[in-house]
C-alpha cells in the first residue's frame, strides 16, 4: 500500500483567502503515518505562510516525504511545470467538446438526488419522519406523488397511513383514505344499543368497575367499537358509556 495525499491549506485573514503551496506526500506507507505527516504539514506550512507570505502557483508545487522516526516530513524535489509530472495525452482519445447546451440539457435530465426528494416531500406538508420512509420506498413514493394535488386527500395524513400500514397498497387507495377519515357515527340512540349489549355481555368487566377498577373502562369502549363495527364515534361513546356506568 502506498498513500500519497496532497496537502496545502486555506487561511483567511482581513485580506481575503490566500492558499499555501501544494505539497505532495509520497510514499506513505500507513494511514496512521499518513495522518501524521498532513498534521505535520499542516502546521509546517502556517508556519511558511506567516513567514514568508508565499501562496500556490503554478511554479512552486513540491514534494516531500516522512520520516516517522522524527515525525516530519522532508523535501524530495521541486515540480516546476506540469511536464514534470509527466502528463501526456492519450494518442486514442482525441479533444472532446461539449456544447454548453448539451451540458445544461444532460443536467436538467438527471434524476433528483435522496435528499432533494425527501425535501420536496416535506414541502408538501409531509411530517419528516415520514418523509424519510417514503422517499427511499418507490412504491409509497409514486402512491404519495399520485395524490399529491388531489384536493379531497390530505398529504401528511395519506403518508401517515401509508406508512404505518393502515391503507393495503392493493386496495384503492382513495376509497381506502376517504374511509378511514370518516367521522364516526354520533347517533346516541346507535350507540346506547351497543353500550347495553356489551355491559350486559361483560358482567364481570361490570363488577370489576363498581369495585373501582375503572381502567376497565378502554376495555369496554373497545368492545363497543367492536359491536358497531368501528362506526361508533370514540368521544360520543366515552362520554355515553361513562353516563352508563354511573348509573350502576
Known amino acids: 500500500m502506498r498513500l500519497e495525499p496532497t496537502v496545502n491549506l486555506k487561511i483567511t485573514d482581513d485580506n481575503g483567502d490566500h492558499f499555501t503551496p501544494l505539497v505532495e506526500l509520497k ?3 500507513s494511514f496512521n503515518f499518513a ?3 498532513i498534521n505535520f504539514e499542516e502546521r509546517r506550512q502556517l508556519e511558511d505562510w506567516q513567514k514568508s507570505g508565499i501562496e500556490k502557483s503554478q511554479s512552486n ?9 522524527k515525525k516530519v516530513t522532508f523535501p524530495q524535489r521541486q515540480k516546476e511545470e506540469a511536464k514534470d509530472y509527466r502528463y501526456f ?3 486514442d482519445i482525441p479533444p472532446i467538446y ?3 447546451e448539451y451540458l445544461a440539457n ?3 435530465s438527471l434524476p433528483k438526488l435522496p435528499e432533494e426528494i425527501k425535501n420536496d416531500l416535506i414541502s408538501l406538508g409531509i411530517d419528516s419522519g415520514f418523509a424519510e420512509i417514503i422517499h427511499k420506498d418507490k412504491v409509497l413514493l409514486s402512491l404519495i406523488d399520485q395524490y399529491k394535488s388531489d384536493p379531497e386527500i390530505k398529504t401528511n395524513k395519506l403518508a401517515n397511513l401509508l406508512v404505518n400500514k393502515k391503507i393495503s397498497l392493493d386496495a384503492n387507495i382513495k376509497k381506502a383514505y376517504l374511509d378511514s377519515i370518516q367521522e364516526g357515527n354520533t347517533d346516541e340512540g346507535f350507540i346506547n344499543d351497543a353500550i347495553k ?3 350486559a355481555n361483560n358482567p364481570s368487566a361490570v363488577s370489576d368497575y363498581k369495585n373501582g377498577k375503572t381502567n376497565v373502562v378502554g376495555f369496554l369502549v373497545g368492545q363497543v367499537m367492536k359491536q358497531t363495527q368501528g362506526k361508533a364515534d370514540p368521544k360520543t361513546t366515552n362520554t355515553l358509556l361513562a353516563l352508563e356506568l354511573s348509573k350502576l
Open 27 to 29: 510514499n506513505i506507507n
Open 35 to 37: 495522518a501524521a505527516a
Open 61 to 69: 508545487k513540491a514534494t516531500r516525504g516522512y520520516d516517522s522516526q
Open 89 to 91: 495525452p492519450e494518442p
Open 98 to 100: 461539449f456544447d454548453p
Open 106 to 108: 444532460l443536467k436538467s
Open 197 to 199: 349489549k356489551v355491559l
